[in-house]
């Protein structure tokens, strides 16, 4: 037995990280800068294709979160006050959990999908319909 314990752990030392690691699903962290009293954000379009959600959804759930004003200016997001990146990275955490990540299997893989007014989170890997707040 001791020797298949020696064996298990030298395989598992030469996998590579990727592997070893469960978490198949890494989201970019947001890129921006301040600009006087503004955060200019660069990368929200293609951290919203990574989630395959609508740069509208997001951006309108940020600006009720942080309860400021904000637009869209030639694919940069201008938000009307000073955040820290870190900051809109928790937000935009939470808003995968709220919006993106299935809460039965944990996967990624789900769908936006509005049925008689009301907004449901559809998961492609396991078929579970959970309704979910609406941003209107």
Do not use: W
């Not at 919203?48 to 904000?70: D, F, S, V």
Request: charged residues 30%; aromatic residues 6%.
């Amino acid at each position: 037995m001791e020797e298949y314990e020696k064996l298990l752990e030298k395989a598992e030392k030469e996998l590579p990280e990727k592997v070893i690691s469960s978490e198949r699903f890494k989201l970019n962290k947001i890129q921006g800068h301040l600009e006087g009293n503004k955060t200019i954000l660069i990368n929200l379009g293609s951290i919203t294709k990574q989630l395959n959600r609508k740069l509208e959804h997001l951006l309108k759930y940020l600006l009720k979160e942080l309860a400021t004003p904000g637009k869209v200016v030639r694919g940069r997001v201008i938000l009307g006050a000073k955040f820290s990146a870190s900051l809109i990275n928790k937000k935009i955490k939470k808003y995968m959990s709220e919006f993106v990540i299935c809460p039965e299997c944990g996967k990624p893989d789900t769908e936006l999908m509005e049925v008689e007014g009301i907004s449901y989170l559809k998961c492609l890997v396991c078929g579970v319909k959970k309704p979910v707040k609406s941003l209107k």
